[in-house]
């Protein structure tokens, strides 16, 4: 073979595409140097045309040695016949410290597995000397579904910025006791769920990043949302007076800051007994991830929120253990665990409140590149490339995220440990969660460092939904996968068959005539919004207010806006309701009477917002992530918009509290 025939045959074997369709239809070609470039980034040497020809030669030579699949994706609880190449011994290993949970020999060419529990276990085959150990996926048919969760076939919920909610007694950024009485009052209006942005660690060192996409980590949360008046021994917050449009994040920042470690001196001081072993067992239940985690923030405090710039020996979490224990790792162990039980309590109040679902939280794509999740887990990180997206609906420019990805090889050999914390701590407080871009888990478009252009590898999408299942299950959560942009043939399909729901955005669902799809013609097994917090509100929609920003920017010339105009007067004309109000009311009872099975509705629109809460592609050229609701949330469960939103879902069959009078009327 030629040097470019073999490239590719290593490429084909790999995952990485030779080439991908773009949003107009057009193929574009991968280039070698991207193909290079991706293989590289697996963990695979390609730096000349011999280590591509010596790793095709390496990875052919150890598949035609190999028995079975390196992932083998079962049923849990039910027995499996596999058919190796050969006659081998096995031993299946459980997840939870290896204990034997079957083994046998291979007869008449089958391995027949008994009912397994639950777990990513380790099956072991060996015979003539040789061994090879194979990632057993043992998973639930399907994710928790609506009836499975007690809400019934048809729900709705609330969309709300977490940031952006303030209260008679918080005038910061919105906190967890503000997402708990925002619950409350959605509860009482007979809502199943209230979904918000992410709220995984943006990073104690990192006092710039305020965007909830950005994390430093997806596996713990944010301390900016801890409501530090509440704690014992904190400093009472100064009476800023009637809060702003935009949130004052740094004003915010050296208040709070000081008022978690006034508590956490206070805790140190005046903790009962109960309350040391109650954060002991929460330090043990972390493990090792929470340490890490902890250990970052710490070092962070003395040199930079981005460990790429550390000394050498403080780049790698095992280089740096020997740093855990001091006083500032206990206290950002100690921000997590109370960060925790509030978040915790807010999810048992908006169950309490009759919400079937409760938080439907936010899971991002990935995590900063220079952040704790990236240094903690660097042996499953794509090295070298940062994960973005090609021009698609969503921006025609494309985007890099400047995120860390998760590299298939790697996360393989890692058993998919990385990914299963990151999913159980995103689940531990949520009857839903939203998987944003979870097309990432078919294919990644990954963007190189040196300059060469963007292009896929394979991600084991059956292994990833199987993961998915298994902690869905454990933390008995249903799953929504925002599948917008250029979708795969069958991808929906198969994510569908695994039980999770798909997401159904109103502004995407047009026709060639400016008309918008009849909502019931749309997906059933999905959440349909007219929204979301990276497109424009309905009434900045309706207004054309993002047209607005387009040509302020540049974005769209002169030339352009006036078509641009033209088209949206067409859209503006097919959605039903004439008028904001009517208009509001009016495609929320589209929806509501719609096939899908779930309805979210923004609060943005609820409350009549025309501003967005992002405009992709900028960074300080528009208020992204700072917006304040105009309502404090005592006010906003009492709104009569809100109560005419409800009353919509009611009608439509679905209320939770409709549900209740049904079943009462029934007995």
Same mark, same amino acid.
């Given at each position: 073979?030629?040097?470019?025939?073999?490239?590719?045959?290593?490429?084909?074997?790999?995952?990485?595409?030779?080439?991908?369709?773009?949003?107009?239809?057009?193929?574009?070609?991968?280039?070698?140097?991207?193909? *290079?470039?991706?293989?590289?980034?697996?963990?695979?040497?390609?730096?000349?045309? *011999?280590?591509?020809?010596?790793?095709? =030669?390496?990875?052919?030579?150890?598949?035609?040695?190999?028995?079975?699949?390196?992932?083998?994706?079962?049923?849990?609880?039910?027995?499996?016949?596999?058919?190796?190449?050969?006659?081998?011994?096995?031993?299946?290993?459980?997840?939870?410290?290896?204990?034997?949970?079957?083994?046998?020999?291979?007869?008449?060419?089958?391995?027949?597995?008994?009912?397994?529990?639950?777990?990513?276990?380790?099956?072991?085959?060996?015979?003539?000397?040789?061994?090879?150990?194979?990632?057993?996926?043992?998973?639930?048919?399907?994710?928790?579904?609506?009836?499975?969760?007690?809400?019934?076939?048809?729900?709705?919920?609330?969309?709300?910025?977490?940031?952006?909610?303030?209260?008679?007694?918080?005038?910061?950024?919105?906190?967890?006791?503000?997402?708990?009485?925002?619950?409350?009052?959605?509860?009482?209006?007979?809502?199943?769920?209230?979904?918000?942005?992410?709220?995984?660690?943006?990073?104690?060192?990192?006092?710039?990043?305020? $965007?909830?996409?950005?994390?430093?980590?997806?596996?713990?949360?944010?301390?900016?949302?801890?409501?530090?008046?509440?704690?014992?021994?904190?400093?009472?917050?100064?009476?800023?007076?009637?809060?702003?449009?935009?949130?004052?994040?740094?004003?915010?920042?050296?208040?709070?800051?000081?008022?978690? *470690?006034?508590?956490?001196?206070?805790?140190?001081?005046?903790?009962?007994?109960?309350?040391?072993? =109650?954060?002991?067992?929460?330090? &043990?239940?972390?493990?090792?991830?929470?340490?890490?985690?902890?250990?970052?923030?710490?070092?962070?405090?003395?040199?930079?929120?981005?460990?790429?710039?550390?000394?050498?020996?403080?780049?790698?979490?095992?280089?740096?253990?020997?740093?855990?224990?001091?006083?500032?790792?206990?206290?950002?162990?100690?921000?997590?665990?109370?960060?925790?039980?509030?978040?915790?309590?807010?999810? $048992?109040? %908006? &169950?309490?409140?009759?919400?079937?679902?409760?938080?439907?939280?936010?899971?991002?794509?990935?995590?900063?590149?220079?952040?704790?999740?990236?240094? $903690?887990?660097?042996?499953?990180?794509?090295?070298?490339?940062?994960?973005?997206?090609?021009?698609?609906?969503?921006?025609?420019? #494309?985007?890099?995220?400047?995120?860390?990805?998760?590299?298939? *090889?790697?996360?393989?050999?890692?058993?998919?440990?990385?990914?299963?914390?990151?999913?159980?701590?995103?689940?531990?407080?949520?009857?839903?969660? &939203?998987?944003?871009?979870?097309?990432?888990?078919?294919?990644?478009?990954?963007?190189?460092?040196?300059?060469?252009?963007?292009?896929?590898?394979?991600?084991?999408?059956?292994?990833?939904?199987?993961?998915? %299942?298994?902690?869905?299950?454990?933390? #008995?959560?249903?799953?929504?996968?925002?599948?917008?942009?250029?979708?795969?043939?069958?991808?929906? +399909?198969?994510?569908?068959?695994?039980?999770?729901?798909?997401?159904?955005?109103?502004?995407?669902?047009?026709?060639?005539?400016?008309?918008?799809?009849?909502? =019931?013609?749309?997906?059933?097994?999905?959440?349909?919004?007219?929204?979301?917090?990276?497109?424009?509100?309905?009434?900045?929609?309706?207004?054309?207010?993002?047209?607005?920003?387009?040509?302020?920017?540049?974005?769209? #010339?002169?030339?352009?806006?006036?078509?641009?105009?033209?088209?949206? +007067?067409?859209?503006?004309?097919?959605?039903?309701?004439?008028?904001?109000?009517?208009?509001?009311?009016?495609?929320?009872?589209?929806? %509501?009477?719609?096939?899908?099975?779930?309805? =979210?509705?923004?609060?943005?629109?609820?409350?009549?917002?025309?501003?967005?809460?992002?405009?992709?592609?900028?960074?300080?050229?528009?208020?992204?992530?700072?917006?304040?609701?105009?309502?404090?949330?005592?006010?906003?469960?009492?709104?009569?918009?809100?109560?005419?939103?409800?009353?919509?879902?009611?009608?439509?069959?679905?209320?939770?509290?409709?549900?209740?009078?049904?079943?009462? +009327?029934? &007995?």
């Amino acid at each position: 073979m030629t040097a470019d025939e073999t490239l590719s045959a290593l490429c084909d074997l790999v995952g990485v595409f030779p080439e991908f369709v773009d949003l107009d239809g057009v193929t574009r070609p991968i280039l070698p140097e991207t193909q *290079r470039a991706l293989l590289r980034a697996d963990g695979l040497q390609v730096d000349t045309d *011999r280590e591509v020809a010596e790793t095709l =030669a390496g990875l052919r030579a150890e598949a035609g040695a190999a028995w079975l699949p390196q992932d083998i994706v079962v049923t849990c609880d039910q027995p499996t016949e596999l058919r190796p190449a050969g006659a081998p011994d096995w031993h299946v290993l459980a997840e939870d410290g290896g204990a034997v949970l079957a083994e046998g020999h291979a007869q008449g060419g089958l391995i027949t597995l008994p009912p397994l529990p639950s777990g990513v276990h380790l099956l072991r085959l060996s015979q003539g000397g040789q061994t090879q150990r194979i990632c057993l996926i043992s998973a639930p048919c399907a994710t928790p579904g609506l009836m499975e969760m007690g809400a019934g076939e048809k729900t709705w919920g609330v969309v709300a910025a977490l940031y952006g909610l303030h209260s008679e007694r918080n005038s910061g950024p919105g906190d967890f006791a503000d997402l708990a009485g925002l619950a409350r009052g959605l509860g009482a209006r007979g809502a199943h769920f209230l979904g918000i942005n992410p709220v995984h660690a943006l990073g104690w060192a990192d006092e710039g990043t305020i $965007s909830p996409y950005s994390p430093t980590h997806r596996g713990f949360l944010n301390t900016t949302h801890i409501a530090a008046q509440d704690l014992a021994g904190a400093a009472l917050r100064p009476h800023d007076g009637a809060p702003g449009d935009l949130i004052d994040y740094p004003g915010h920042r050296v208040w709070q800051r000081t008022a978690l *470690r006034s508590a956490w001196q206070h805790f140190c001081d005046h903790a009962t007994d109960d309350q040391r072993r =109650a954060f002991a067992a929460f330090c &043990r239940e972390g493990g090792k991830a929470l340490q890490d985690f902890a250990l970052f923030e710490t070092l962070s405090e003395t040199h930079g929120a981005d460990w790429r710039h550390w000394p050498a020996d403080l780049q790698t979490s095992a280089g740096a253990e020997d740093r855990g224990g001091a006083p500032d790792t206990w206290f950002h162990l100690w921000l997590q665990w109370i960060a925790d039980a509030q978040l915790g309590a807010a999810q $048992s109040d %908006a &169950r309490a409140s009759g919400m079937a679902l409760g938080l439907y939280l936010d899971l991002a794509v990935g995590s900063r590149r220079g952040g704790a999740e990236a240094w $903690s887990g660097q042996d499953a990180v794509a090295a070298g490339v940062s994960v973005g997206a090609p021009p698609d609906q969503l921006s025609p420019a #494309g985007q890099n995220w400047q995120l860390a990805g998760f590299a298939p *090889r790697k996360l393989r050999a890692a058993r998919y440990a990385p990914l299963r914390q990151v999913l159980a701590q995103s689940m531990r407080h949520a009857g839903l969660l &939203r998987i944003d871009h979870v097309l990432g888990m078919n294919r990644s478009f990954w963007i190189p460092d040196d300059g060469s252009p963007g292009g896929y590898i394979r991600q084991p999408f059956a292994p990833l939904l199987a993961i998915v %299942a298994i902690e869905a299950q454990r933390a #008995g959560t249903a799953v929504v996968g925002e599948d917008l942009g250029l979708v795969p043939p069958g991808f929906r +399909e198969e994510m569908a068959g695994r039980g999770l729901y798909g997401y159904t955005v109103l502004q995407y669902e047009k026709t060639d005539r400016h008309c918008f799809r009849d909502p =019931a013609d749309l997906r059933p097994q999905s959440l349909a919004c007219f929204g979301t917090h990276d497109t424009p509100t309905l009434q900045g929609y309706c207004s054309g207010h993002d047209i607005d920003w387009w040509e302020k920017l540049g974005w769209i #010339g002169p030339e352009n806006v006036a078509g641009a105009r033209a088209d949206r +007067e067409l859209e503006n004309a097919a959605l039903p309701g004439e008028g904001d109000a009517s208009r509001r009311d009016a495609v929320h009872s589209a929806l %509501a009477e719609g096939a899908t099975a779930m309805v =979210a509705v923004q609060l943005d629109d609820v409350l009549d917002v025309r501003e967005a809460q992002n405009l992709p592609g900028t960074t300080h050229e528009h208020p992204n992530w700072q917006r304040r609701y105009p309502l404090p949330v005592e006010e906003i469960a009492a709104d009569a918009r809100l109560a005419g939103t409800a009353a919509i879902m009611a009608r439509a069959g679905r209320s939770a509290a409709h549900k209740d009078t049904e079943r009462e +009327e029934n &007995r």
